[in-house]
């Protein structure tokens, strides 16, 4: 009598999407967007402006508190991404559990061919049932980016130092490395931490909050760390300023597919990636959109 | 037969709220908040008077673990505000649950305006209440704060730059602004964490403490980042030093509704937020007053 | 049938507190005191040696770290002193508890001054039970202490400005006070996770490490914020040098004292104080001695 | 009719140990390795060449919150070593419980010799049983710091001041002094968080990663603050550089040795040592092999 779940969760995904808690949602995204942006934008801001009062150590910490603050205060409502790439398709891991795991390295080069086909089936599935959701949410990140970028510059007026965006310290080729390198070990990290159960509570925000802190601690005087095209594009548009932009978009989807990528290779769980990362995000997720 | 719980709740509120345990709150908030404004107070003035040894990244971790360590230690007594802004009345959410939202935003304007007439109600009703309760508060609070920086005045006797009050870096606007959305930002975060019920305990004290550092680390170079009249009146009173003190009052004012009225916007949870923030501060508050 | 539990415990703890067990405590104390002056005053070495590369924020997080690890990974053996202060008699709580308090407050002089003549019979009949443990508890963390200022001498060899103990920065009288608020400062911290029930198990060690930070943070360029009469004492030993050294003895003993009897005063809970403090320390203490 | 559970452990041991679960420890492994190493010596390279803007504080966090997100993001799935040293083995614990502590105490020096007689035994025992396991995984080890040194000097090309190993910066008994101490206090706290059943969960990463920063804090300037063959062994092939090596190799070894040895001599608890330590490491691993 009960229909599947599969069923009639998508079914509720795709009609439910735009109902009021929905709304909520959006704007959880688009403050708590706001506000990361706002934070770690104004230390950059304050550092030059002040006469490198804050230090690239306070900045580091900016960010990552941050982030971790604002997990454990809308975690609950949004899932708290602030981040286009969280949303992006996973590979597909209700299909990938422990036990194919071992199949696959048994079977070998036939059984992978196979599965490379069903991602783009999987990843084609996703984005039609997902073809309100996401645009939604990666608007208001963008738009939440941008406001703070505006306010910062409102604020900052008449000074002509206050870029906060991200631009290459060295050659494009060096930060888009590190851009990639630093976006897999955040969503490595971020896997791994939604994966265990002891941590999918209280240490989800201090474990990403974390990660995010030492990632712009050793690679913000490289490349910037943006880890987020939307952290980047913000600055950007306010400023006018689009040189190498496209590091900061193309390399952290690269690198954040290839860390959940490597992550599912490695998770040994009973429960299916999907369930855990993508609806329920790193925290548990009680809404219904 | 059980009378109304509002009414016995208010009842009491009253009459207990001048018995003995409100004597220890009182006593609660003004070592609590001597602890703190000392604590950070004397890293400002460490760092004029020693070389700026102390430097803004280490003023900042004082103020927040100040913060999060007077949380854990008198958070179950008093509720451990230190701050005149978390005793002001928040936005009634008791009659604003979930599915009262869906219904102001279905019906539109009408009902916004009802609510905004029951709001200037409820504010009334609620200073009546509270009529003994908070002014004494606020009163420790002060006294409190005027008592710390008294002390470091003694302190660093016959120094001329020992002025650890909050003061505009640039222009009074910029200053406003900044403080306003450092305090939007604060009471926001407050009211996340008092709302997920995992974070009532153990992390309430961790994530508002972290705000605070991270609201000083990129904001203490522009405007003092003061969030907190209290904080802002003491070293004023003792260094007879008002010059842009209205900034530090009404602007923290303003962003502590704010952020308090937004995040109730998008928040989805089945308990009253009144329940939550108003007696139970952000930490269970066993007393009777 | 049962004995009393107060009697029961009053024997076992004077006759036990020699057997093997008691031993390994002062193995504990003696271990984790050594580790924690030496990366406390080692990185106080480094500072003064390498060019000021570790900073007055760098050696506060050494310090509440190592506080910190260590309460987490001995706490439970010995209770993780490693201050003579902790060890001396506290006021007797649990002839003081909540429905006391509004005695005391209500029946004024007459009762108070009785309370304090009981008071000194406590103290009084406190050192004779302790008389074996406590000397043995000291005489270890002073020998920790000294071991790690030799330790680091002997590293440090042929340098001439490796003295890592305590001076007062300005006059005695100005680090007298600082000295003495900071170790009323941690007392209350201490008393205040130690009574909250949530606190005991996990947030002890962070709140007490954020508080021995951050008190390094804004008071080690003024007085060198000690806290610890065993952690000036062994480099002075070492050094030979015992210029202001009573300071860093009295002013702590009295704040210790000071704060442990303000909370005390504001303290609302069912538990008494002594079980918690004393014989528990702040962890749970399955010990015997 | 069920056997022994130390026979039953002993021959999966042997034979699962190559099955697939294996594998993905390895990669885990070497992936988790790779970033520590990668965002450790990154921050130091980054140090080098940006004119000291990550600064000493700044490193020392990289390093330690490296550390614990890597704990919460793979401990359950390899133990999260990434150091050879925690793979060598520790002494016998599960035949040196409690009371067989007090009958050493008691028995004195004629019970030490045959324990010591024992130990030689058990570690040869060991070597054999774990001869596919560990050598495995201290290649992994090796290779996964040896490919993140390579990438950051791919990543810093032409640049000629980017050796990112450890290098005494005094004399060579100076550093093996500094590393004794540092490696035995890493392991000593290792042992303490992993014999504390609160601290298993949740603390054990937090614990862990705060001993690696604060270590590197203190000890950062004086010898490096290794701690682990592999971290230095890395470095030092990339740019062939081998001077003072044995010391990276030699002295964590006999740090590590000795901090567990003296964390056992303290212990009390009902569990076996070896249960927690090597087997379960101080995570729970639910991995077979």
Redesign the interface.
Known sequence: NKPPPCASKTKEDSISSIS??F???L??EM?GTY?LI???C??VA?NL??DK??????I???WG??V???V???????GAHFNPLSLLPLPPARDFPGNR??EA??TGALELICFEMFIWDYYRIYFVLQSVKVPAYIACQVTGSTLAAG?IR??FTGKQDQFTGTLP?GSDM?SF??EF?ITF?LM??I???A??N??I???A?L?VG??V???V???G??SGASMNPARSLGPAIVSSQYKGLWIYIVSPILGAQAGAW??N????TDKPLREITMSASFLKN??RA
């Open positions: 009021v808690p709304i909520q949602k704007i959880a403050v506000f706002f934070a770690g104004t230390s304050a402006n002040y009062v804050v230090t690239l150590p306070g580091s910490i900016v508190l941050a971790m603050v604002l454990y205060s809308v975690g609950h409502i949004s795991m071992q390295w048994s306010t409102l604020i310290a060096q490395v590190v390198i070990y490595f990290i896997s791994g931490v994966t265990d002891r941590a509570g209280e240490l925000g474990a974390a990660t802190l030492l990632n601690m050793f690679a005087a490289i490597v992550y290779m490695i998770r040994y009680t809404g």
